[in-house]
């Protein structure tokens, strides 16, 4: 069994080569991928196997192609359409789920009963050469009505799936909105496209649709949805992909389709030269017998009958006699040529076509095989030509796009670094006026935009911090003379001016840093080279070590200095300043790979730089919580809530949010035991209590020992109360300081450390509750007891 190749092998082979490409990139990436994004690998791989079954008919002059179309090019297209419904049901969120699993199973229900039809009904099917798809397929046409379900059955079952899918996509449609519900419109769009070629194939099993054309739009159009797919696909969430990859995607699209094109006009062209050989050849042999040439001499044909006198006038092929009368059954075609199968071997199909010559009817035959021969090679060379041009795109894209794209992020890139830095005179050059022009001209802006609210708020921040601190100093000299409620009345004056002026500059410091952080530094260690994470466990090994004798220090510093000048690094001497910043004093033996090769320098830099912006944007957060802190509790010292608008809370609900949500920031050594009986519920504010939950375990969490820290949280409804025990197993309060922890401004902690408000707010915050809050402490215990009458008391 030799290939045979003809046009639609083409076709189909550069289908399976790009969806092949497609299933392998993404399945060996599976571990990373989505969920949702993990029901795109089985679609792709039914595609590559569906595409391979059309090759593997196309490419193949055998009847056996009759069980290929029907045992593996019909089931690949069932799974195709049951997977594909899946995906729609998962794809962005599963609104669905009750509806997602009857689908799956009535689907795969369908799927299998229409496999089975179509299986059952091949036995009762003649397989026969179809001239039009040019390869030995069972018998498309009939008035059986069970071989006509069981031609029918799989596009019906590919219908039913998909208007079910349609409409599980349209009622997501109408929920989502914004990035979501555009996605979603992308994803409908394929299916579609999808149904439609389904009711096309129904049309073309009845005859009404050209099977040539059918086939050409069939597989460019299915290679244009699997494409929306996948890229709709990339865009839906977080996935391991890039603007490179999206682009090759792109790029092997329209090779594709281009290719596809002009393979069609060329083998449209050479049919059309076949045809006109064949015609003259027709010509000629007419002419020879007009002329009285009784066996006319030929080029190309086997076989040349006289119908009206049933003899032969050339007969290579060895022609029964009494099998002419069988021919004189056939439709004449006397403008062209037709494909006709003698017989049920390969051998046996011809090109026909019929004349008059002396008033006689002839019939000439020409050998269809040597016409198939000429197509092989020509998609021989086709097929060659898609890998080249595939192997060209992959070799040249690094060049095709680096001056356009790379280069151009790249100075992007190292702007915000040196803006990292702290560098805010930094100004990235803009080379084009596209979309990443536009993205350096606003980066541009943004710097300056920050460089002016820098200065502005160092301004106001000296201001106001000299102002704070008159103020405070006034408040600490008349606090014994003033009463309690005016103290208020004062701090929340000077809380309403301070936080209306500082708050707004504070807010623009983290939203800044927080920008820098998003758009800057990845979390995800998977997408470091192994190069990166060397150097990430290079500077880790030095970060606690401590520092080496002074004497030794500079001696190492000009030992790593020279290390560094032999390596030919650029600037070695800053760059030794930024390692024994962090502790790195010397290159251990195992990471001096690093440094032979430009590659393992520029990553050991790169992720030191990411460690020294990190650091010192560090600085400026401390900074900023540290004074946001200080407006924070002037503002709230004297609010007292309002006296409407309370509700019944759950007091155990508010105890496991506040440990919920701060159980990552506290510290990892301390144990937290928390004990309730029932669930007491209380009339009051409920983000009030929880400030007073948070003050309250945060002192705990800071009083605790560095090893073997305790806390024990417990509540218990006792009578008309609930009584809330927080005790820590710290080095305790001392006495001659315990009757003075409630006074406002009052604190133990360093400069810097505290407001002396917090335990203030909270006693405050109790008493508006109607309760109370005791406290006793000792060394290795500090117990604070909160009683909050019950709301049905």
Not at 664 to 669: D, L, Q
Request: proline share 4%; with cysteine.
């Amino acid at each position: 069994m030799v290939p045979s190749l003809n046009l639609y092998s083409f076709f189909y082979f550069g289908l399976s080569l790009v969806s092949g490409i497609a299933y392998i990139y993404f399945r060996s990436r599976k571990e990373e991928l989505t969920t949702s994004f993990r029901g795109l690998l089985i679609p792709l791989f039914s595609l590559f196997f569906w595409s391979v079954a059309w090759s593997l008919c196309n490419s193949f002059l055998t009847p056996l192609t009759g069980y290929v179309f029907v045992f593996l090019k019909n089931p690949a297209i069932l799974v195709l359409g049951v997977s594909t419904s899946e995906l729609a049901f998962r794809f962005q969120k599963d609104l669905f789920p009750t509806w997602r699993v009857w689908s799956f199973r009535i689907q795969t229900g369908i799927a299998i009963l229409a496999g089975v039809i179509n299986g059952l009904g091949f036995f009762k099917r003649k397989i026969l050469f179809d001239p039009k798809m040019e390869f030995y397929v069972p018998e498309q046409s009939s008035p059986d009505l069970w071989i006509r379900l069981s031609i029918l059955s799989i596009a019906i079952a590919l219908c039913c799936i998909l208007i079910n899918t349609l409409a599980a996509l349209f009622a997501k449609y109408n929920r989502f909105s914004g990035i979501q519900k555009k996605a979603t419109g992308g994803f409908i769009i394929a299916i579609f496209g999808i149904l439609t070629l389904a009711f096309a194939d129904i049309l073309v099993d009845m005859n009404y649709v050209s099977k040539p054309t059918y086939l050409f739009i069939l597989t460019n159009l299915t290679i244009i949805i699997m494409t929306i797919l996948v890229l709709v696909s990339l865009n839906q969430e977080t996935v391991p992909s890039s603007v490179g990859f999206k682009i090759m995607t792109f790029n092997l699209t329209i090779l594709y389709l281009i290719l596809s094109i002009v393979a069609n006009f060329l083998f449209n062209r050479f049919r059309i030269d076949i045809q006109n050989e064949m015609s003259r050849e027709k010509h000629n042999i007419k002419t020879q017998l007009e002329l009285g040439n009784v066996y006319p001499f030929v080029y190309l044909t086997d076989l040349v009958v006289d119908m009206q006198e049933k003899n032969f006038r050339i007969n290579k092929i060895n022609f029964p006699t009494n099998e002419i009368q069988s021919l004189t059954k056939r439709i004449p075609s006397y403008e062209e040529f037709k494909v006709e199968t003698f017989s049920d071997k390969p051998n046996g199909i011809y090109w026909t076509s019929d004349f008059y010559a002396k008033n006689h009817h002839f019939l000439l035959a020409i050998p269809y095989l040597e016409y198939r021969n000429k197509v092989h090679q020509t998609v021989v060379w086709l097929i060659i030509t898609l890998l080249f041009s595939i192997f060209t795109i992959f070799m040249l894209y690094p060049v095709l796009h680096k001056t356009s794209i790379v280069y151009p992020l790249t100075r992007l890139l190292s702007g915000i670094r040196r803006m990292q830095s702290g560098d805010l005179f930094v100004s990235v050059e803009i080379s084009s006026k596209d979309e990443i022009g536009e993205l350096s001209k606003s980066f541009n802006d943004m710097i300056s935009i920050v460089r002016e609210a820098r200065f502005q708020l160092e301004q106001k921040i000296e201001e106001r911090t000299v102002s704070l601190n008159n103020t405070i100093l006034e408040l600490s000299d008349t606090q014994e003379q003033l009463l309690h409620a005016e103290r208020m009345s004062t701090l929340g004056k000077i809380a309403a001016s301070v936080a209306h002026e500082i708050n707004n500059p504070l807010a623009a410091i983290k939203g800044s840093i927080q920008f820098i952080k998003d758009s800057q530094f990845s979390e995800d260690k998977q997408e470091l080279t192994p190069l990166e994470v060397q150097s990430d466990l290079l500077i880790a090994e030095f970060k606690n070590k401590k520092r080496s004798e002074v004497t030794s220090r500079f001696k190492r510093k000009r030992e790593l200095t020279q290390f560094f000048r032999s390596k030919h690094i650029q600037d070695p001497v800053s760059l030794a300043d930024t390692c024994f910043d962090f502790h790195i004093e010397t290159i251990p033996k195992d990471y001096l790979h690093l440094f032979d090769s430009e590659e393992g320098i520029e990553a050991f830099q790169t992720r030191l730089n990411e460690h020294v912006v990190r650091f010192h944007l560090g600085i400026i957060e401390t900074a900023v919580e540290r004074a946001s802190k200080i407006v924070f509790a002037l503002k709230h010292h004297s609010y007292s809530g309002p006296k409407e608008n309370q509700k019944v809370l759950s007091l155990r609900e508010g105890m496991e949010s506040v440990l919920s949500m701060y159980s990552k920031s506290w510290k990892p050594h301390v144990e937290i035991d928390w004990v309730h009986e029932g669930d007491p519920m209380v009339f009051g504010h409920a983000d009030e209590l929880i400030q007073v939950w948070t003050n309250l375990i945060y002192n705990s969490f800071q009083a605790c020992p560095n090893e073997n820290g305790r806390i024990q949280i417990s509540l218990r409804p006792a009578g008309e109360n609930a009584v809330i025990q927080i005790e820590d197993n710290g080095k305790g309060i001392p006495q001659e300081i315990l009757p003075r922890i409630f006074e406002p401004f009052f604190t133990t902690k360093e400069l810097g450390m505290g407001t002396g408000l917090g335990l203030s707010i909270v006693q405050k915050i109790i008493e508006n509750h109607k309760g109370s809050i005791q406290v006793e402490s000792h060394p290795g215990k500090t117990l604070f007891t909160i009683t909050l009458p019950l709301a049905n008391s």
